[in-house]
């Protein structure tokens, strides 16, 4: 089936610093994708749509300015935590609709990236 | 906006014991619905889905799920529980914007 990876899958950062995270799909394009957060014990908070060749749509009370989000090209998005703060400290996992076009259709997730902001 | 709700937080189980965990949504639009399982340590995995057509819908690892649309419910459940089910599972909902809306999951303690 598709694969979504992500890389790095554990960061520790300073705070005020900024850590990229990437999102690729190995197998297939997506010019969508899709960027959550899961806090421990928690369920996964979806924070914002990629769009590959346009701005990111962000959810209601996520900053933008302080999660950018780049859609590179159909394969790759990044998500940089700028400025990061010891509570920007989670679980944060990327997906990929599994069929090109298909509205509201199974998505694949990545296996996360874990944030420790010291 | 989207709302999906899991009623059992946390459900502890003997092996082969039934299992049937529950979900909610609110939503006004068509929505496709999943169950997805996460277990210790790995991503997310998909368990089943609904899209239209027969509201029992099977998937894998004997899991099985009913749509029931006058009660926007998605019920999950399995007849004979076992150790290796211990995990997360999440409901979700997703709109025709491919926007994933997920329950607060509810953790599956399987005791052989």
């Known amino acids: 089936g598709a694969v979504v990876s992500q890389h790095p899958s554990r960061v520790i950062c300073k705070s005020g610093t900024s850590v990229k995270i990437e999102c690729r799909s190995l197998d297939f394009q997506a010019t969508t994708m899709f960027w959550y957060r899961q806090f421990p014990k928690q369920s996964l908070m979806l924070m914002a749509t990629?769009?590959?060749?346009?701005?990111?749509?962000?959810e209601q009370g996520v900053e933008k300015d302080k999660f950018l989000i780049n859609h590179a090209s159909l394969t790759l998005s990044t998500l940089t935590v700028t400025s990061a703060h010891p509570e920007d400290s989670s679980f944060y996992i990327c997906?990929?609709?599994?069929?090109?076009?298909?509205?509201?259709?199974?998505?694949?997730f990545g296996p996360g990236t874990r944030l420790t902001v010291t | 906006a989207q709302s999906v709700s899991q009623h059992n937080h946390h459900v502890i189980l003997s092996e082969a014991a039934s299992l049937e965990l529950g979900c909610n949504y609110s939503?006004?639009?068509?929505?496709?619905l999943f169950w997805y399982v996460q277990y210790p340590g790995q991503h997310l995995q998909l368990l089943l889905k609904y899209f239209s057509g027969d509201p029992l819908v099977k998937g894998i690892k004997g899991f099985e799920a009913e749509f029931i649309k006058s009660k926007f419910s998605f019920n999950l459940r399995k007849p004979s529980v076992q150790w290796s089910d211990t995990a997360e599972y999440f409901c979700?909902?997703?709109?025709?914007?491919?926007?994933?809306?997920f329950g607060t999951g509810t953790s599956l303690t399987v005791i052989p």
């Open positions: 939503y006004g639009g068509t929505v496709n």
């Open positions: 979700a909902v997703a709109n025709t914007g491919n926007q994933f809306y």
């Open positions: 997906s990929a609709p599994g069929l090109a076009g298909a509205l509201g259709g199974e998505q694949y």
């Open positions: 990629s769009n590959e060749g346009s701005k990111a749509t962000y």
